[in-house]
Structures are given as structure tokens and as C-alpha cells.
């Protein structure tokens, strides 16, 4: 079996420019979705990701503002940023890249951006609202990956869905989306024994633990559906992900490639979040004012 290549890609292209018709709407309207994104330091991985989603932002017909801080920048004025951004009225989702510099308490920093602003779903209002089925805003992988596999027309109830990874960005949020859809979940990481028994029980395999080419077709069972979240470079510098994407594709029934997979899908959620935080926005404003 040669597995299919979930395009990434091409579904991105096509749900942006269902969000471009949507914001161009809603600029008729008088609002157009604001987004600020903010990046402390000058880590170039971080660099290049801030670069893409204000690229992607404009490409989209939104506002968007890129506010860089040096790393030494103190934790009080990161705070009074985020509060700043949070009473811009012209500013409906903010991001602040991570990692942070280690002197900035993370999650003092997720806290103070207003939950209703929170594009990323890292605000603990919306991790929770999204664990018990209630409407939030939700971390941009997981979202994505649930849209890849959505038009991909992959079945999730009673799939067992294995998730290598346990972050609070991808990993754990992305076990509780697949439960809510019926999969039967299993989260490995770094400490799990025998890993192998685990992965090649999967029907649906999520490999997101930052390791190039870790997973091979040893790991997985004929016809599983595998995707690599994974964004690391080769022994020759080239792009890959965390699955041996050549030997790992024979066993699968569908794979995602990288890059070219989840990367431009999480842009695309992204994108999707801010414009829905600006259509509830700006519609509380248009019937506040006629
Ligand atoms: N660092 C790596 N991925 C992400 C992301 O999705 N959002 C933010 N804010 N930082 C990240």
C-alpha cells in the first residue's frame, strides 16, 4: 500500500480564501479583524513563524501588527503590552510567540491576554470551555489537524487515536478533540515504555515530539492514517518532519507530507480564529449601534 498525501496545502489555500470573503464582508461592515503578534527576542525558528502569520494576516484583507521586544524586556513591560493590545479596540486576536526568554513566566503572560482575544486557545478560560464541549477558541494544530482530517474524510468514532506528545499546544489538546469525536485516545511521550505496542495499535497516528524521522513503518500498522506535526531539519539541512515520510508512507492509507501538511493548516486556524473573534466583536458593536 502506498498511502494518499493529505494536502495541506491545498486545503489551506482553500479555506483562506473563504476567510478572505468572510473579511472582506465584515470590512464592508466597518470592522476589519485586527491581529497583533508579538515576538520577544530574536529566535529565528520564532523569526520566521511571526514573519508567515502577519504575512498570511494581510494576505487575508486583516490589519495586522507585529510589535518585536528585546529579549532582555521585563516581564511588567510585556504585561503592560498585552494590556495595551488588550483595550485596542481595532485588535480582535493577540499572539505572543513562544518560547519566551526563560526570565518570563509563560503563563502569567497567557493569563493577561483577554481570553476573548486569545487566538492561540492557550488562555486556561478556553482550554477549559474547549475540555467540556463549550464553545472557545482553539489551539490553531489540533484545530487544523482536525480540519485535515475532516476533508481528508478520515473516520474518527471508535478509532483508537495514539498522540505522541503531551504540550499544552498540541499534544494534550489535540487527545481531547479526537475524544470529543469519539476516538478511543492514547497519549505517549518521552517516559512511555515499549512506545512501539502503542503506536502500531493506531488506526489514527499524531507524531508531535520535535525528533526528525523518529517514527518509522516499525511503528506503525498497515492502513493507519499518520500525522507528522513535526518540524525539524535532516542530517543535510533539508525540511522533515518527525516520520520517516518515504518508508513510514508504504504502510500508511494516508500520511501528510512536510512540509506542506499541519504547518500551513495551524496559519490557516489562525486566521479563522481572528475572524471569529472579530465577527463577535463587531456584531455586539453593530447591534450596540444600529
Ligand atoms: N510556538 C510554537 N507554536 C506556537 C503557536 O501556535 N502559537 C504561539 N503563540 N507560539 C507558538
Redesign the pocket.
Known amino acids: 500500500m502506498t498511502g494518499r498525501i493529505i494536502d495541506g496545502k491545498a486545503i489551506s489555500e482553500q479555506i483562506r480564501r473563504q476567510i478572505k470573503s468572510d473579511t472582506d464582508r465584515l470590512i464592508e461592515r466597518g470592522c476589519r479583524p485586527g491581529l497583533a503578534v508579538v515576538l520577544v527576542g530574536d529566535n529565528q525558528a ?1 523569526r520566521t ?1 511571526v514573519t508567515n502569520k502577519k504575512k498570511a494576516s494581510l494576505a487575508a484583507g486583516m490589519k495586522s501588527e507585529l510589535i518585536e521586544l528585546p529579549s532582555e524586556v521585563s516581564q511588567q513591560a510585556l504585561l503592560n503590552t498585552v494590556d495595551r493590545l488588550n483595550r485596542d479596540p481595532s485588535i480582535h486576536g493577540i ?5 519566551l526568554p526563560p526570565h518570563i513566566d509563560e503563563s502569567a503572560v497567557i493569563q493577561a491576554i483577554s481570553p476573548k482575544k486569545d487566538v ?1 486557545g ?1 488562555h486556561p478560560e478556553n482550554v477549559g470551555k474547549m475540555i467540556i464541549g463549550q464553545d472557545s477558541f482553539i ?3 489540533p484545530a487544523g489537524i482536525m480540519e485535515l482530517l475532516k476533508q481528508a474524510g478520515v473516520g474518527i468514532a471508535g478509532k483508537h487515536a495514539v498522540i505522541l506528545g503531551r504540550s499544552n ?1 498540541v499534544g494534550k489538546p489535540m487527545g481531547q478533540l479526537l475524544l470529543q469525536q469519539d476516538a478511543t485516545v492514547t497519549y505517549c511521550h518521552s517516559k512511555t515504555e515499549n512506545l512501539e505496542t502503542f503506536t502500531r495499535q493506531a488506526d489514527i497516528l499524531i507524531a508531535a515530539i520535535g525528533q526528525a524521522k523518529f517514527i518509522t513503518a516499525d511503528h506503525v500498522k498497515q492502513g493507519a492514517v499518520v500525522i507528522d506535526v513535526g518540524m525539524n531539519r535532516d542530517e543535510h539541512g533539508k525540511r522533515c518532519g518527525d516520520v520517516d515520510f518515504d518508508s513510514v508512507r508504504e504502510k500508511a492509507s494516508a500520511i501528510t507530507p512536510v512540509p506542506g501538511g499541519v504547518g500551513p493548516m ?1 496559519v490557516t486556524m ?1 486566521l479563522k480564529n481572528t475572524l471569529k473573534s472579530a465577527t463577535q466583536t463587531c456584531s455586539n458593536y453593530i447591534s450596540t449601534n444600529g
Open positions: 520564532s513563524y499572539l505572543v510567540q513562544l518560547p492561540d492557550f489551539s490553531c494544530t499546544i495551524t489562525l
